[in-house]
């Protein structure tokens, strides 16, 4: 296509290096499982599924097995987990704190089989987070999200909403995965085969008192954690649960994530007892920025792009307060009107979506997997007149990137994303009133987990948008957040400084460029006090 620059930019054309060879990875797999199911090596506070049945993978194609072992130390364990995403994994934070996944870890997808080395496929961790307050003695905050080092091709699944309610209502069904234990004796091994149980959604309040007589102490805390199931019947037969090797599994309900296997009483069977999991919505605020963290140098900060006049185009990473020297990448970028960074098919790699001002036509800057390279596809769905772009973030609820556009009169239009590069019919969801703003934005504002939008008008005052995730209706009432916005610059590339929140860069005519960093809060205070990145970058014409 005309004017294009060369698609191979160099800074982004090393994937992250696998983390070990498949055969090691593979042997971590086999060695954690049979270390898992050695009475004296079991965990004393960790789930398993007794009393549900085998399942095949076609029914839960996002499951994945989380395999720890330490070669040194000869010790081993097992977790479960789901893909949420193709590099990403979400699981419990007492199956991650504390240890070092990258060197001793390794994941398994695709296979419904356990203590199989040949089947599925197999990733290392690139990177691990959980929740900073996760509470080792009482089990709280039990979130963690786990970074792959190459995204995988199984089907992943979405979390559920911040707002949700309905799906914890005591009576709803849920369903639970996982290889762990299949009875509560000593002598009990891990099921070879993927497992689920139905249980059902219990009151917090019943939970609590049945726990409390059980153990004799109150460990169940509500707000973060919930109950599902029966009561244990004190025995293997009549009880439905969890055990030892299913922690980190999913919970799940109406196709979302909505718990994760947290805890349960010693032997998974104890006469009253409930099986325990982490309640996804509170966490979704923290959880979803690390699913959603995709960066040019896969360190989970965003990092910044920048043109001069010539078409020379420049990287500059982010350090999370500052920015690292600039990186020469390319020539031939003088004729993008504008651009964005966006990681539009969910592979964990950042695109580049760029207006070419030849011909007019949106193109995307991607990896291509096959190719193994960086290349040019133009965006077809999307119409390059349009006077402002902004691509948020998920929208819509269906956790594929969505784009704003905003035309010459003032309408606005959301185009659902497709998730492959492409994008569905617009909706419009403004009628002739944005006339003349700048839209900007990328990543979660108010601490929801849900993409927010940042709206400038020709006076110089900034509003926040807050998503609501309703294709029709996309966001609430609007928030002003600051007036002399009359900045020259806006960068808005998602979390620069790793806290898991979004930031935002402006340039001023004077040509500092300042850090703006997110707080999490859905009020005039969305931004912190600014902070200097440096002077001299009006010598760019364009900042992305």
């Known amino acids: 296509p005309p004017g294009l620059p060369d698609a191979g930019v160099a800074a982004r054309s090393a994937a992250p290096a696998p983390t070990a060879s498949d055969s090691v990875l593979r042997e971590r797999v086999v ?47 097992f977790c479960g987990g789901a893909l949420v995403a193709p590099d990403k994994v979400l699981t419990a934070a007492h199956c991650v704190a504390g240890l070092d996944w990258t060197k001793n870890g390794a994941v398994v997808a695709g296979t419904s089989g356990l203590l199989d080395d040949t089947s599925g496929t197999v990733a290392g961790v690139w990177r691990q987070w959980n929740h900073p307050r996760y509470d080792a003695a009482t089990t709280q905050h039990d979130i963690a999200v786990l970074t792959l080092d190459r995204p995988l091709e199984q089907q992943w699944i979405k979390l559920t909403q911040s707002n949700d309610t309905v799906s914890y209502t005591a009576g709803t069904a849920a369903t639970v995965y996982g290889w762990g234990l299949t009875s509560g004796a000593d002598d009990a091994e891990l099921s070879a085969t993927l497992r689920k149980a139905t249980v059902p959604m219990v009151a917090d309040a019943t939970c609590d008192s049945a726990l409390g007589t059980v153990l004799g102490k109150d460990e169940f805390l509500e707000g973060g954690m919930f109950c599902a199931g029966t009561p244990a019947s004190g025995a293997d037969e009549g009880t439905t649960s969890p055990c030892n090797g299913d922690s980190g599994g999913p919970v799940v309900v109406g ?35 690390r699913v959603d963290d995709a960066d040019l140098t896969f360190d989970g900060r965003a990092d910044v792009l920048e043109r001069t006049p010539s078409g020379g185009l420049f990287q500059q990473n982010s350090n999370g307060t500052s920015l690292t020297r600039r990186a020469f990448q390319s020539h031939g970028w003088q004729t993008a009107s504008w651009g964005l960074q966006a990681d539009l098919d969910r592979d964990g790699f950042k695109d580049e979506i760029i207006r070419d001002s030849t011909d007019g036509k949106l193109y995307r800057n991607y990896f ?54 492409e994008f569905y019919g617009k909706v419009k969801v403004v009628d002739k009133s944005w006339k003349g703003v700048k839209v900007f934005g990328a990543g979660d504002l108010t601490g929801d987990g849900k993409a927010d939008l940042l709206v400038r008008n020709g006076s110089g005052v900034l509003y926040l948008y807050r998503g609501t995730q309703v294709e029709h209706t996309p966001f609430a009432a609007r928030i002003q957040a600051r007036t002399g916005w009359n900045f020259t610059a806006n960068v808005a590339n998602g979390d620069m400084t790793g806290d898991g929140i979004a930031d935002v860069l402006a340039r001023d005519a004077g040509g500092t460029l300042w850090l703006y960093p997110g707080t999490n809060k859905a009020s005039s205070d969305v931004f912190g006090a600014r902070k200097s990145l440096g002077t001299g970058f009006d010598q760019y014409d364009l900042m992305f």
């Open 31 to 77: 060695e954690a499982a049979r270390s898992q199911a050695t009475p004296e090596s079991r965990p004393k506070k960790t789930p398993f599924i007794i009393g549900g049945s085998e399942t095949s993978l076609s029914s839960a194609p996002w499951m994945v097995q989380l395999s720890y072992y330490d070669e040194a130390a000869g010790s081993g364990y």
């Open 255 to 289: 196709g979302r994530v909505v718990g994760i296997v947290s805890w349960g009483v010693e032997g998974c069977t104890a006469k009253g007892a409930y099986p325990v999991f982490t309640k996804v919505a509170p966490y979704v605020w923290a959880a979803q920025p």
């Open 368 to 421: 291509d997997h096959a190719a193994e390279t960086f290349t040019w596809a133009q965006i077809t769905s999307v119409w390059g007149g349009y006077t402002s772009y902004a691509i948020p973030g998920d929208l819509t609820g269906d956790s594929r990137p969505d784009l704003v556009a905003v035309d010459t009169d003032g309408s606005t239009y959301l185009y659902p994303g497709k998730g492959n590069g």
